[in-house]
């Protein structure tokens, strides 16, 4: 699993203290002058510790199957469909591996969607591309014993780069706030993939 950042902590806590010595340090940790601070780095999760959804055993119910986590050759390329995908998936299966054949219906719906493209400003070699997918989506539930569950407006937020997708669920009720990456999957989220 991926540890939570501290970098915006740390700037928060050195600018104020940088500003005293304007003549030295004034603007030295600013995220322009290190646009490398918007990508997570590699020794930031452990592809090794990834953990997703997934029915011990193949479960028949009622026509439902465990669902196949899309694997993209080139996850950047339709990062936003990469997320839709991966999140239905990933909610079905959670719900399989909980409920197991006792599950009646899944319907997973999806709301709205945002993205956000992040490039890398840098004149050197190494050419960093990452995107910010938010999804908004519906999701009701039944089980053979009549529970069911009516969830609306959950949103979930989703880093995607070459080499990992990261997801971030926010955990407060209808997704009204107005940042659609909140919480911010780059400090918040859990490694779901990792790309060869």
């Not at 939570?4 to 700037?11: D, G, T």
């Not at 003549?23 to 601070?37: I, Y």
């Not at 996850?75 to 991966?86: G, I, M, Q, V, Y």
């Not at 319907?107 to 890398?120: A, P």
Request: hydrophobic residues 30%.
């Amino acid at each position: 699993m991926r540890t939570p950042r501290s970098r915006r902590a740390l700037l928060s806590a050195v600018l104020p203290f940088t500003m005293a010595f304007a003549g030295c340090f004034e603007g030295q940790f600013t995220s322009a002058d290190n646009p490398e601070s918007e990508f997570v780095s590699e020794d930031e999760y452990d592809c090794a510790d990834i953990d997703r959804p997934g029915p011990d055993e193949q479960v028949h119910t009622h026509g439902l199957e465990s669902m196949p986590y899309p694997s993209p050759s080139d996850p950047l390329a339709d990062a936003e469909a990469f997320a839709r995908e991966f999140e239905e998936a990933y909610r079905h299966n959670s719900f399989l591996e909980e409920y197991g054949s006792a599950t009646r219906a899944i319907d997973f719906s999806i709301g709205s969607s945002e993205l956000e493209r992040i490039e890398s400003n840098l004149e050197s070699e190494l050419e960093l591309e990452a995107v910010l997918v938010s999804i908004v989506y519906d999701l009701s539930t039944e089980t053979q014993r009549g529970r069911s569950t009516n969830e609306r407006g959950s949103r979930v937020s989703y880093y995607v780069d070459e080499h990992v997708a990261l997801r971030s669920r926010y955990q407060h009720g209808i997704a009204s706030e107005p940042d659609p990456f909140d919480p911010d999957p780059r400090d918040a989220g859990t490694a779901v993939v990792c790309f060869d």
